[in-house]
């Protein structure tokens, strides 16, 4: 697993306790269940989890892929995941990038992820390289939350977007050279504290 140097980890500390809390191990699963209508219906793709955490995505996707590319900027979310990764039925290749500031050096059929965008500073730059990192033709598909008042978050995990305006994040998309690009519902995120509507956003690199 190679390593760069990175900013500070804002989840160290919380991995080991990460998936231990009920409310995300249910938006995760219902967001992966909105994931899964994109994937190939054949089990032969390899794709990258953008963002991965501990792998709770990851789990849930792995019986239904070749192979997941996991990348983090979080040593200790890697690290967590890594743990679990053997008893994967896929095979795991683990990577700690910033894919705002550089490139995956491969290419994959498809880019998922869950709940990650809005920790993103550089979304264009972000979008430039998710786009070189598909195949032609190759699929995205990610959940995140709509506008909110930032009242989501209750710790410092490096927010830098309060949710999206749907519509504007379509855009970024189709100006980073995406087409077919599409939002729609998916879950709503139920935290202790209030509900947060998520969408899921799919779109694909030219053929």
């Not at 792995?62 to 040593?75: C, F, G, L, Q, T």
């Not at 995990?157 to 189709?174: Q, T, W």
């Not at 995120?189 to 030219?206: E, N, Q």
């Amino acid at each position: 697993m190679p390593t760069h140097p990175q900013k500070e980890d804002k989840f160290h500390g919380r991995a080991q306790e990460y998936d231990t809390v009920d409310f995300r191990q249910k938006y995760v699963e219902e967001m992966a269940r909105s994931i899964r209508k994109h994937l190939p219906r054949e089990c032969k793709v390899t794709i990258m989890d953008f963002g991965a955490g501990t792998g709770l995505l990851t789990e849930r996707l792995a019986p239904y892929v070749k192979k997941i590319v996991a990348v983090d900027v979080s040593e200790s979310m890697i690290a967590r995941l890594a743990e679990k990764a053997s008893a994967l039925p896929c095979s795991i290749e683990l990577e700690m990038i910033d894919l705002q500031k550089e490139k995956y050096p491969k290419q994959v059929e498809g880019i998922v992820s869950t709940m990650t965008l809005h920790h993103i500073e550089d979304i264009p730059s972000l979008l430039k390289n998710l786009l070189d990192a598909l195949v032609p033709g190759g699929f995205l598909a990610l959940c995140d939350i709509d506008s909110e008042d930032g009242s989501f978050h209750t710790v410092d995990s490096g927010v830098m977007h309060y949710g999206f305006d749907r519509e504007a994040l379509k855009n970024l998309f189709e100006e980073a050279g995406f087409v077919d690009v599409s939002v729609a519902d998916s879950t709503v995120v139920k935290k202790p504290h209030g509900d947060y509507p998520a969408f899921i956003l799919s779109a694909r690199r030219p053929a």
